[in-house]
């Protein structure tokens, strides 16, 4: 069965900005903080540490019930049995991907413009990310941000649930969430925070405050 998720605070790692601690406390510290979904995402690392990283991760996640979706590698993905994978509009066309993963895998699309929601809505995948609401130097090759505005138009036509990133943190996580989506990703929030486990359950508890409105 494909495993329930729930979008509200989706950590999506990066070593590079973890200020020199392992990965894998990062996420342990996070989830107990209380993410709700955790994404590994490698852009310089071998297929071997890649490979290591998802199953050492996994091993945390387990008392969790947390979401593991693996970064553009659905080879990856399939071989560790994660949950799922999240795809950018260059990598492999969502079609391929559930023919490899099967029906009960989790997969996530970035949709970077109102034209690309289009043929999301009537794709067979799990979730979009409506990316990037403000420019990031996490991800600098992305030049325009779509804004408060953009982001509502994109979430306000989603078919699927719907999970905003870039640039996002504890100033601007309300305006974010009010603009309908089910739930922020971030990176640096978390993973360059001094304390990962407070600045997951500070962002947490503004997300629901929006929720239980
Ligand atoms: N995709 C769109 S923006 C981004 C990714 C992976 C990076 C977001 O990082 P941060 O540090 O939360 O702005
Ligand atoms: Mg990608």
């Known amino acids: 069965m494909r495993a329930k998720f729930d979008l509200r605070l989706y950590l ?11 990965l894998t406390d990062v996420v342990e510290k996070a989830l107990k903080g209380g993410v709700t979904m955790v994404q590994l995402r490698e852009k310089k690392a071998t297929t071997r540490r ?26 990856i993905a399939l071989a560790t049995d994660a949950d799922g994978v ?24 970035s949709i970077e413009s109102i034209e690309q929601l289009e043929e999301a809505n009537s794709a067979d995948i ?7 609401v403000f420019t990031t130097p996490t991800k600098k090759e992305l030049e325009k ?12 036509q989603s078919r699927h649930p719907a999970v905003a990133i870039g640039g996002i943190n504890i100033e601007n996580v309300k305006d974010v969430m009010a603009t309908g989506v089910d739930g922020i990703s971030v990176v640096s929030a978390i993973c360059s925070a001094s304390d990962p486990e407070a600045s997951a359950r500070d962002l947490l508890e503004r997300i629901d405050m929006i929720k239980k409105r």
């Open 12 to 22: 999506v790692t990066d070593r590079d900005l973890a200020l020199g601690r392992p």
């Open 145 to 156: 941000g779509l804004g408060i505005p953009g982001t509502r138009e994109i979430a306000s």
């Open 50 to 75: 890649f490979l290591q990283e998802v199953m050492d991760v996994k091993k945390i996640l387990q008392p969790y019930n947390t979401p593991l979706i693996v970064n553009d590698r659905v080879d």
């Open 126 to 132: 799990d979730y979009i990310g409506i990316s990037p």
């Open 86 to 109: 999240h795809l950018g509009q260059s990598d492999m066309p969502w079609q391929m991907a559930r023919k490899i993963l099967g029906p009960e895998k989790i997969i996530g699309l």
